[in-house]
Structures are given as C-alpha cells and as structure tokens.
T-cell receptor, first 116, second 117 residues
Framework: AQTVTQSQPEMSVQEAETVTLSCTYD???????LFWYKQPPSRQMILVIR??????QNATENRFSVNFQKAAKSFSLKISDSQLGDAAMYFC?????????????FGKGTKLTVNP | DTEVTQTPKHLVMGMTNKKSLKCEQH?????MYWYKQKAKKPPELMFV???????INESVPSRFSPECPNSSLLNLHLHALQPEDSALYLC????????????????FGPGTRLTVL
C-alpha cells in the first residue's frame, strides 16, 4: 500500500519570503499522480498543484512550484513571495492511475503560518 | 468552473434524528466522493460513486447511507449517528475514468460541519 509522509507538522515563514514544505511517499508503482492541496481555516480543500509521475518537468503554478524527485520519492512544495493568504494546512496526496483505485492517500499535513 | 457545492454548511443533530447532506457539481464529472475529516487530520475516504454506481465503500457503518440520484448530485443520509461522528464531511468530484485509466484531479466542496449531540 502507498504511504505519504509529511515530516513537518508546522512551518512558519515571513511574508514575501520563500518556504518549502516536504513530502515523501512510498509506492511500487511506476506511474501515479501527486498533489498538493491547501485547506485554509475556511476549510475548503483547494488544489494547489499536481504532478504526473511520468513527467520529468516540475510543475509550477504562479508562486507555487514543486521539486519532484522520482527516484528519491520526494515531492516538495515551494511557495515563493509568501502572502498572508497562504496561511493554511497543506496536504500532500498520492493517487494511483489504476481504475478502481480512486483513493487519494493523504499525508498528515503541514500547518503553514505566514507572519506579517 | 471547478465548483462543487455542499449544503448545509453546518448541521447539528441528535442521535435519533435523520438528516441528509447534499453535494452538487456541474462540471460533467462522473466520479463523486464522500470524505470524513476530523480536526487536524487529513480527510478519510468513505464512499466513491462512479457513473452513479457505488464503486468503493470503505467499511463505513450503515448509519451512513450514500445515494447518487444522478450524475450531478450526491447525497449522504444520516441516521442514528453517534457523537464521534461529529466531523467535517467533504464531497469531491473528478472526471470519469474509462478503459481502466483514472483521470486524476479531485475537486472538493466547502464541506458540511456536522455536530452530533
């Protein structure tokens, strides 16, 4: 079974600075999807970024980018120019592409605080 | 538009009540999900519907009864719940998968905060 580990329960960053959230996973599959979701206090889970394992290029979405290291099974999220609105719980998630395996495997989350 | 809506936002119910949670999406997605999330924990999958048929039940107690009346709607019927069932209930949807290949991104609704007294 796949597992996802987020080793940082809490992180903090100064506004306008850069922070990196770490995520590692364990799988025997060669193809899969990885996600970062953000859950602010308003509680809605918002997709931040996704990465297909077969793509070597790291995904980017505006201020958010990932460092995907397939061999190391690492998928870290970098937030540049941090904003107060980035404060949230961040969940890393894994999904198998196989039919009948729609389950998202989540890490335990990292709570990000942005200091003004 | 990647919107999934859920009603109600908050629900308080007694252990003998019957209530329902509703989820709706108009993105043409054919897979819909119910998750339960306790405070400071990741979401836990409860049910998956694919093409309006239940495809995954993660051994959820029968006091939770899902229903998918059509491709846009997903309900969760609640009956005789326990205080430990108090949680945030999240709905999500994703595009259908065909030929055994799952399309991947799940979009979540804002959730229903359920309190069982």
């Amino acid at each position: 079974a796949q597992t996802v580990t987020q080793s940082q329960p809490e992180m903090s960053v100064q506004e306008a600075e850069t922070v990196t959230l770490s995520c590692t996973y364990d799988t025997s599959e060669s193809d899969y999807y990885l996600f970062w979701y953000k859950q602010p206090p308003s509680r809605q889970m918002i997709l931040v970024i996704r990465q297909e394992a077969y793509k070597q290029q790291n995904a980017t979405e505006n201020r958010f980018s990932v460092n995907f290291q397939k061999a190391a099974k690492s998928f870290s999220l970098k937030i540049s120019d941090s904003q107060l609105g980035d404060a949230a719980m961040y969940f890393c998630a894994y999904r198998s592409p196989q039919g009948g395996s729609e389950k998202l495997v989540f890490g335990k989350g990292t709570k990000l605080t942005v200091n003004p | 538009d990647t919107e999934v809506t859920q009603t109600p936002k908050h629900l308080v119910m007694g252990m003998t009540n019957k209530k329902s949670l509703k989820c709706e999406q108009h993105m043409g997605h054919r897979a819909m999900y119910w998750y339960k999330q306790k405070a400071k924990k990741p979401p836990e999958l409860m049910f998956v519907y694919s093409y309006e048929k239940l495809s995954i039940n993660e051994s959820v107690p029968s006091r939770f009864s899902p229903e998918c009346p059509n491709s846009s709607l997903l309900n969760l019927h609640l009956h005789a719940l326990q205080p430990e069932d108090s949680a945030l209930y999240l709905c999500a949807s994703s595009q259908e998968y065909t030929s055994g290949v799952s399309t991947d991104t799940q979009y979540f609704g804002p959730g229903t905060r359920l309190t069982v007294l």
